[in-house]
Every structure is written in C-alpha cells, then in structure tokens.
C-alpha cells in the first residue's frame, strides 16, 4: 500500500466538534476500502493568504494515510463534494515523518519563549549594524539652505506671491 499525507482545510465557521467528526468520516472511508490513518494533526484555526468562498480563515487538518490509492481517490471525491471542506491536496510520500510535522515545532517553539507573533526579540535583519559616522550632508541642512538657496513661496498659492 502507498503512504500518503493528506491536508485538507475546513470552513472557519464549524467548530472543532465538526471538523473532528469529518476526520473520523473519512478515517472511516480509508478503514473500509483496507487503509489506515496514522497520526491526525488539527493545525486549528489559521488565516488564509486569499479568501476562498467568501472565507478568510479555515481549519488545517493533517492526516498520515496508508492505504490503495482508490481509497484516497474516494476521499477526495468525497471532499470535493462536500461545502464544509475548501480545499485538500494529498502527497504521495517514501515514509511518514516521525513526531510532529513542521507546523506544530513552530506552535510549540512560539508557546516555549510565550510569544504571540510579535516583534519582541526576534533578531534584526539590518536596523543594528554600525554604519559609523556618516559625515556631513551634501545638500545643506534641512531649513531651506544649503546648495539650492533660500526657498520662496510659489505663485497662485496661499501665502504665496500675488
């Protein structure tokens, strides 16, 4: 039998009973056609990058599958057909990951130092190098100065000349 993974994103207005219950749905599908679901992962709640079907949030749902590609295929299917799910894409693996998948080292790192996405100590990229003493500027101060010579009202303007 082939190993897949498959993730499937459900509407942001169900609630976590409901997307558990189309999990057990489809483990249900995989069981009868002669698979088995390993691990199931709810990623929970995340926004989306677009809205799908007037949806701006969904839930992620991760499943380990090992079973005859026509068991996936009626998955799928029925996926496809169901309004609850928004999308799913299913990747044909060598071997299933050991422990948890990328998406939860990332929650449980961000739990780990009590962050909440902010920009607390997160490294800068460029804002603490030393640039030293950059010198004096080439255009004059910012009063009007400088090479370019006084500043005088334009025409037709307010405060301007008449």
């Known amino acids: 039998m082939a190993l897949y993974e498959h993730v499937f994103l459900a509407r942001q207005d169900l609630s976590q009973q409901q ?68 999308r799913f894409l299913t990747v044909k693996v060598e071997a299933h990951e050991e422990g948890v998948s990328a998406m939860m080292q990332k929650r449980e790192e961000r739990s780990e130092r009590g962050e909440r996405g902010g920009f607390g100590d997160r490294p800068r990229s460029f804002g603490d190098r030393d640039r030293g003493d950059r010198g004096p500027r080439s255009f004059g101060d910012r009063d009007g100065g400088g090479d370019r010579g006084p500043r005088r009202p334009r025409e037709g303007v307010e405060g301007g000349a008449e």
């Open 19 to 86: 997307v558990d219950a189309l999990v057990e749905h489809y483990k249900g599908i995989i069981t009868e056609a002669g698979g088995s679901v390993g691990r199931v992962e709810n990623w929970g709640l995340k926004s989306l990058t677009y809205r799908i079907n007037k949806n701006r949030k969904a839930y992620y749902t991760l499943m380990d599958i090992t079973a005859p590609s026509a068991a996936v295929k009626e998955v799928e299917r029925q996926q496809g057909l169901s309004e609850d799910v928004l």
